[in-house]
T-cell receptor, first 113, second 111 residues
Framework: AQSVTQLGSHVSVSEGALVLLRCNYSSSVPPYLFWYVQYPNQGLQLLLKYTTGATLVKGINGFEAEFKKSETSFHLTKPSAHMSDAAEYFCASYKAAGNKLTFGGGTRVLVKP | NAGVTQTPKFRVLKTGQSMTLLCAQDMNHEYMYWYRQDPGMGLRLIHYSVGEGTTAKGEVPDGYNVSRLKKQNFLLGLESAAPSQTSVYFC??????????FGPGTRLTVL
């Protein structure tokens, strides 16, 4: 069975500092992988996704993620945090049967001025 | 396009009461999903549908029922609400590709 693990339920960063959110997956075959963001009192919106091809994926709002098969990881980064990045971030893997997503537990990001 | 909409946005129930949550999408998507979101647990799949007239169980289906009578609508029912069903419920849809589009959520409290 697929599973997704996000290390750290809360991350606090200073404005302008690097944002690093960790995600590891377990799967018998490399899955499609996603990062979603949830702003307060809103639904989830897609930040970026990895399907095939280039392992460094760029998303919206300056975020990017790198798929590393050898480490079964898909960590999300942003070089310089902005106050507007305060949100909860979810990593997810995709299973073709039923087009289902499996989500990690989420990481809440706090940005300090 | 409104995308994915959910009604109601908030609801408070007493234990044992029933209710139905409505999800509607205007993107002509085949696949629709209901999730619940609880702190530290991410989103967990309750039920899903791969097309009009079909439904299937997800990870946490107990205590919930669903129906997909029309392609654009996916209903989630709680027949006898329990405090353990206090959660935020999200609906999502997709055309059959990998990306799912989410509604704004319904916050349900069961007293």
């Amino acid at each position: 069975a697929q599973s997704v693990t996000q290390l750290g339920s809360h991350v606090s960063v200073s404005e302008g500092a690097l944002v690093l959110l960790r995600c590891n997956y377990s799967s018998s075959v490399p899955p499609y992988l996603f990062w979603y963001v949830q702003y307060p009192n809103q639904g989830l919106q897609l930040l970026l996704k990895y399907t095939t091809g280039a392992t460094l994926v760029k998303g919206i709002n300056g975020f990017e993620a790198e798929f590393k098969k050898s480490e079964t990881s898909f960590h999300l980064t942003k070089p310089s945090a902005h106050m507007s990045d305060a949100a909860e971030y979810f990593c997810a893997s995709y299973k073709a049967a039923g087009n289902k997503l499996t989500f990690g537990g989420g990481t809440r990001v706090l940005v300090k001025p | 396009n409104a995308g994915v909409t959910q009604t109601p946005k908030f609801r408070v129930l007493k234990t044992g009461q029933s209710m139905t949550l409505l999800c509607a999408q205007d993107m002509n998507h085949e696949y629709m999903y209901w999730y619940r979101q609880d702190p530290g647990m991410g989103l967990r799949l309750i039920h899903y549908s791969v097309g009009e007239g079909t439904t299937a169980k997800g990870e946490v289906p107990d205590g919930y029922n669903v129906s997909r009578l029309k392609k654009q609508n996916f209903l989630l029912g709680l027949e006898s609400a329990a405090p353990s069903q206090t959660s935020v419920y999200f609906c999502a849809s997709t055309s059959g590709t990998d990306t799912q589009y989410f509604g704004p959520g319904t916050r349900l409290t069961v007293l």
